[in-house]
């Protein structure tokens, strides 16, 4: 990652900067256990879209990560049984589980849909979600390095990327992180063999 350092730096905080400002704008760092609606879809889509940038940025990491080669481990048997290890694993009960709840999709369709405030949880954990994965991301990139490393070996197609669309509603500085994105993806997959 020697070439690209700067264009990774530059793509590393703008990015991290976007999702603390999305987070901060929806008031998830003061944990609300409620928000609006409105404040959740905006934030959501927000997310969405950087999240699409976050994944590109770690492609890109681990297209450029020099991996020395891969040490053995030793093989296990799963067939064969270890000293201390109960010899049934799984068992088979006759008698059936207690009913429970019926699910959602079988009571059928809500005509009026609910009306208030929505809950910040699932919000706040796909927000914080995104912080701690800007944190590892030199971890993340290594671990898909060595998927990506694997999948050209096995002679499987490139992945074939393609611009974000409405790049044009994006801040300037995600803009540009976008488009650059895109053409240095595109400039790192030249040296996957191509199997079309």
């Known amino acids: 990652m020697t070439?690209?350092?700067?264009?990774?730096?530059?793509?590393?905080?703008?990015?991290?900067?976007?999702?603390?400002?999305?987070?901060?704008?929806?008031g998830l760092r003061e944990?609300?256990?409620?928000?609006?609606?409105?404040?959740?879809?905006?934030?959501?889509?927000?997310?969405?879209?950087l999240g699409i940038l976050l994944r590109r940025l770690i492609f890109l990491m681990a297209l450029h990560v020099d991996l020395g080669p891969v040490k053995p481990r030793p093989g296990?048997?799963?067939f064969e049984i270890s000293e201390g290890e109960n010899e049934t694993k799984y068992t088979f009960s006759l008698v059936p589980a207690?009913?429970?709840?019926?699910?959602?999709?079988?009571?059928?369709?809500?005509i009026v849909p609910d009306r208030g405030p929505v809950l910040a949880a699932p919000l706040i954990d796909r927000w914080q979600a995104m912080l701690e994965t800007l944190r590892d991301s030199e971890r993340r990139a290594k671990c898909l390095s060595r998927t990506l490393?694997?999948?050209?070996?096995r002679g499987?197609?490139?992945p074939f990327i393609t611009p974000v669309p409405k790049t044009h509603a994006m801040p300037a500085a995600l803009g540009i992180v976008s488009g650059g994105l895109t053409v240095?993806?595109?400039?790192?997959?030249?040296?996957?063999?191509?199997?079309?």
Do not use: M
């Not at 609606?37 to 927000?46: F, G, H």
């Open 149 to 153: 490393q694997r999948q050209q070996a």
């Open 184 to 196: 240095q993806l595109i400039e790192a997959l030249k040296g996957w063999p191509d199997t079309s």
């Open 98 to 110: 207690a009913a429970g709840e019926t699910p959602d999709f079988l009571r059928g369709p809500q």
């Open 3 to 26: 070439d690209l350092s700067d264009f990774f730096s530059h793509a590393w905080q703008t990015i991290g900067r976007a999702i603390a400002e999305a987070g901060f704008r929806a």
């Open 31 to 49: 944990v609300p256990e409620v928000i609006s609606k409105s404040v959740k879809r905006r934030c959501q889509a927000e997310l969405k879209r």
């Open 76 to 78: 296990s048997n799963y």
């Open 156 to 158: 499987e197609p490139k």
